[in-house]
């Protein structure tokens, strides 16, 4: 592993000894994300847009840099074409009420998976069945993937949108989204990805991927928490009527009537959080300094290795698909006859901090027949030794258990 | 961190995976499932009255250790019972995890329930513990 540099920027380490496989759920910070933040507000800090003064423009400039930084790094064509929000969930929120209810019509229908998050599949549940239009779900086969065949059998004419997790934060699972876009694309449909737990973790080029709509939240890439993007095609955007109303992001406004900003800012109602995107920006900072490319390479190791480690004890059932290149380092599991918060309790006990339940995606679970699973999840910082003292505890867990179940 | 083996005693494993309490009653008086939706326990207690006492109790469903348990040692404690007495003694368990009674002399009434006293020091796993109790409470 080439990661021990890494780990040494992350002081929480120092602070608290833990074996931490839940960057799904959020990852740590890097002193350098937590200076950038430091810094910004002991030295720039204002309300942007609004003051004539040399702060409120020095905060303005940080905020727009921070917008470009992140443009750059999903290679958006403009970088108007990235919205702020306060995290993924609230911009899926945003596209379903400003995009959904806007474009769906009676009897159309919107498409997702199996895998959703609950944050891109309840908004969707309410908005069409205010407009009183169709929800239908792609399902995965056995190694939780989404076939060719599904792909063709859901995504017909009358489709106007499809919303796709990147990749699977219960399974792991990356689905074939290229093949998804260019079907969508084909009845007509616009394309929303979440992409929670890919940007943090390898290259997304929007543009290649030709998504519509992009969300990602920048706690899960090292980031503060509070600060999330809604990438969408600028002829789009341009086209949607704004989700939250207020300051800034109107043009003029009279007694009775208001006319709206361009975007992104008619996106943005309200003072934002420009510590947060200062924060994004620092991360986009200290994983390209790393490169993406070793990210990835970083976290598949780890993957393997746990993957081999896990399969190894006979107690063990490992989920998702079994071709190590269509999973991300996201691992869920299940100790036999054991209840996943059982195990996370007593992992918890010796230093490991794991996810049990449902990872926010209930129907997935339904779908899988299981009551709940146990989720291990790794990010740059991981090291083999996390994966051995999960094994381990793995162990103790079964031992304490062995001779009552 | 907390010492892992004052949750997972032997009463509380063995209670877990223990089947006396879990079965169907013939013509229960009342039914009520308790849901814990972030874990995905899931338990239905049943209830047969016999005026004003407690003539059977049991539960179906699944989830951990802990809520399996602590619903197999609340029927334990309960059966037999008269309403009032249930009563009392679900909100003393409530109140010992919470942490709102705290005095030996008073917790000791709950028998073998004490035994779950521990989990006070384990807030993840509070709804677990008290998931049959107060699914219970609603039926008294």
Redesign the interface.
């Known amino acids: 592993m080439e990661n021990e540099d890494i780990r040494k920027d992350f002081e929480i380490f120092n602070n608290t000894d833990v074996a931490y496989l839940d960057s799904a759920a959020t990852t740590q910070r890097p002193k350098q994300v937590i200076d950038a933040v430091k810094n910004y507000y002991n030295t720039a800090n204002a309300n942007p847009h609004r003051g004539n003064y040399a702060l409120s423009l020095k905060s303005t400039e940080v905020y727009d840099e921070a917008r470009s930084k992140v443009a750059k790094f999903i290679n958006a064509q403009e970088s108007r074409e990235i919205v702020f929000s306060k995290n993924a969930t609230e911009a899926l929120n945003m596209l379903a009420y400003s995009y959904g209810m806007q474009n769906l019509q009676k009897g159309d229908k919107v498409v997702i998976s199996i895998l959703e998050h609950h944050a891109n599949l309840v908004p969707w549940q309410r908005v069409t069945k205010q407009k009183e239009a169709k929800l239908e779900y792609m399902y995965i086969n056995d190694e939780g993937q989404i076939t060719d065949e599904e792909i063709e059998k859901k995504i017909t004419p009358g489709t106007k949108i499809v919303g796709i997790t990147h990749v699977s934060n219960v399974l792991g699972t990356i689905t074939p989204v290229e093949k998804i876009i260019k079907k969508a694309h084909s009845v007509g449909a616009v394309v929303v990805l979440d992409a929670s737990q890919s940007v943090p973790h390898r290259k997304v080029d929007v543009q290649k991927l030709d998504a519509d709509f992009v969300v990602f939240s920048g706690h899960k890439m090292l980031a503060p928490l509070g600060i999330g993007v809604l990438y969408g095609k600028a002829e789009l955007l341009e086209k949607m009527p704004p989700f939250l109303l207020g300051g800034d992001m109107i043009e003029y406004v009279q007694e009775q009537s208001a006319t709206f900003a361009e975007i992104p800012t008619r996106f943005e109602a309200g003072t934002q959080n420009v510590g947060g995107a200062i924060g994004l920006a620092a991360a986009i900072d200290y994983l390209q300094k790393i490169g993406m490319e070793k990210v990835e390479k970083i976290e598949q190791e780890l993957l393997i290795y746990a993957k081999e480690q896990l399969e190894n004890l006979s107690y063990v059932t490992v989920y998702g698909p079994k071709d190590i290149n269509q999973r991300a380092s996201v691992i869920s599991f299940n100790v036999k006859n054991?209840?996943?918060?059982?195990v996370s309790?007593?992992l918890?006990?010796v230093?490991v901090a794991i996810r049990a339940?449902?990872h926010c995606a209930?129907p997935l679970?339904h779908y899988m027949h299981v009551?709940?699973t146990c989720r291990a999840s790794f990010y740059i910082y991981n090291t083999k030794a996390d994966v051995d003292r999960l094994i381990l505890g793995l162990n103790k867990t079964y031992e304490?258990?062995k001779?009552?179940? | 961190?907390?010492?892992?083996n004052s949750?997972?005693t032997d009463l509380i494993?063995?209670q877990?995976?223990s089947t006396h309490n879990k079965k169907k009653i013939e013509n229960p008086d009342k039914c009520e499932m308790g849901r814990n939706?972030?874990?995905?326990?899931?338990i239905s207690l049943s209830l047969k009255m016999d005026g004003d006492k407690i003539a059977d109790m049991a539960f179906e469903g699944?989830?951990?250790?802990?809520s399996q348990a602590s619903t197999s040692i609340m029927i334990d404690l309960l059966k037999g019972k008269t309403r009032e007495d249930a009563k009392d003694l679900v909100k003393t368990f409530i109140g010992m995890i919470k942490r709102e009674i705290t005095d030996d002399a008073e917790l000791e009434k709950l028998e073998d329930a004490q035994a779950l006293r521990n989990i006070s020091n384990?807030p993840?796993?509070v709804k677990?513990a008290l998931l049959a109790w107060h699914t219970l409470e609603k039926m008294l």
């Open positions: 054991i209840h996943p918060h059982d309790s007593i918890d006990s230093g339940g449902d209930q679970i009551p709940a304490m258990f001779k009552w179940i | 961190m907390n010492d892992i949750i997972y494993m063995e877990s995976t939706p972030s874990c995905g326990d899931e699944h989830g951990c250790a802990i384990m993840a796993r677990c």
